[in-house]
């Protein structure tokens, strides 16, 4: 009787080095396949899988060398145990990069042979990864807005003049359209250059991209902020000044690590849902000199805070920023955005929360005390460096 032989990954990006994978973990049995969860990547890698977990387990099944495969209904970097507690592999195979002193001692507790393998690929294909495929995909920042949002629109800033705060983000995790990450702006660029930015000064890049995207013959009367496009370009921390102009009149930049790494340490974003078709966050607004003046204010408590790593500081003028934004436009609150912030609003650590863009649903960005106390399922932010 042949030996049962287990396997366990994510196997969102399926690639022929899986299949080279399988072939040889099967060569020691048959070969019996435990799968992540939808949830349990979203929690270890803090985004969605591109394919749902029926259709990975789909794939994976209708490969020659598989017996069988199965969801793991643990959790975590070991989220196989109830798999293997059903199942008794006689043999557990890894690969190199998969292989870790945990997996090696519960093999050993329980009598399983443990066997890693090198990563070869199939004669006459070229080695692959996960990690490689993901680098070759388009790699377009992103930004989150920090405070002053809403002041780089010309009927906002006319009233009182002040400051945009913006991070460049890398897309570290998957950027859904309409939910408040300027994906508008992204996709203008992606018609451009659809893989990277290009080596550029970012200012002028930016306003190269402000202005493509505001073509003079658009239709709907629609401009879009320059804080997207400047979010985008400028890697770092940004902050730039609208006083009744859509292009602001100046643009700062903080590049010092301390402060980015900083900042990273006390940010994290909660999935919500996209702002929902036929949504209109400037219906109902109310735009007079104090509320703007008081948007004003909060951006540039916040940038101070910042540049002097006052955390609590930092979360009382991003919170103050947001409410002067829902105070201007009570639109961006839509059905099921309160029971978000009434949710994680509560939770320990979590000392201030705002939506991206203009709102309506999206993400919940939250200030945190520190990454350990960064909520369940929710989204590590990465600062974008100057020079990458």
């Not at 049995?29 to 969860?37: H, M, Q």
């Not at 093999?107 to 006459?124: A, F």
């Not at 590049?255 to 109902?284: A, K, N, Q, Y």
């Not at 979590?350 to 203009?358: C, I």
Request: proline share 6%.
């Amino acid at each position: 009787m042949p030996k049962k032989v287990f396997v366990s990954g994510c196997y969102d990006l399926l690639h022929s080095g899986h299949v080279e994978f399988f072939k040889e973990a099967s060569a020691y049995g048959d070969l019996y396949v435990g799968i992540g969860s939808d949830k349990t990547i979203q929690v270890l890698k803090g985004h969605k899988t591109l394919y749902s977990e029926q259709e990975r387990l789909f794939m994976v099944r209708a490969i020659r060398y598989v017996k069988d495969a199965f969801i793991n209904a643990g959790s975590g970097v070991m989220d196989f145990i109830p798999t293997v507690e059903a199942l008794h592999p006689d043999v557990f195979v890894v690969n190199e990069d998969g292989s870790r002193p945990e997996k090696e001692q519960f093999c050993r507790e329980r009598g399983i042979e443990y066997v890693v393998l090198k990563r070869e690929p199939s004669e006459g294909l070229q080695a692959r990864s996960s990690t490689d495929l993901k680098k070759a995909q388009p790699q377009i920042p992103t930004r989150l807005d920090l405070a002053g949002t809403w002041i780089d629109q010309p009927y906002v800033s006319c009233l009182c003049p002040g400051w945009a705060l913006t991070i460049s983000l890398e897309p570290t995790f998957e950027i859904r359209d309409r939910c408040g990450l300027s994906t508008s702006t992204r996709n203008t660029i992606r018609r451009i250059w659809p893989m990277h930015l290009p080596t550029m000064d970012p200012e002028m890049l930016a306003k190269l991209v402000f202005c493509f995207e505001n073509d003079p013959e658009r239709t709907d009367g629609i401009i879009s902020g320059a804080q997207d496009a400047i979010g985008i370009c400028v890697p770092g921390l940004s902050r730039h000044y609208y006083d009744a102009h859509f292009w602001p009149e100046k643009i700062e930049t903080v590049d010092d690590e301390g402060i980015l790494t900083w900042l990273e340490d006390h940010l994290c974003m909660i999935p919500m849902f996209p702002r929902r078709s036929g949504c209109s966050v400037v219906e109902g607004k109310d735009i007079t000199r104090p509320k703007v003046a008081a948007l004003a204010k909060a951006a540039d408590d916040c940038w101070k805070a910042i540049l002097s790593k006052d955390l609590k500081g930092f979360a009382e003028a991003y919170k103050a920023s947001f409410e002067a934004q829902i105070a201007l436009f009570p639109a961006m609150i839509q059905e099921g955005v309160q029971d978000y912030i009434d949710k994680y609003s509560v939770m320990e650590g979590v000392l201030a929360w705002k939506m991206p863009g203009a709102g309506g649903g999206g993400y919940l960005a939250l200030v945190i005390d520190d990454k350990k106390h960064m909520p369940e399922g929710a989204i590590e932010l990465h600062i974008r460096r100057g020079g990458m």
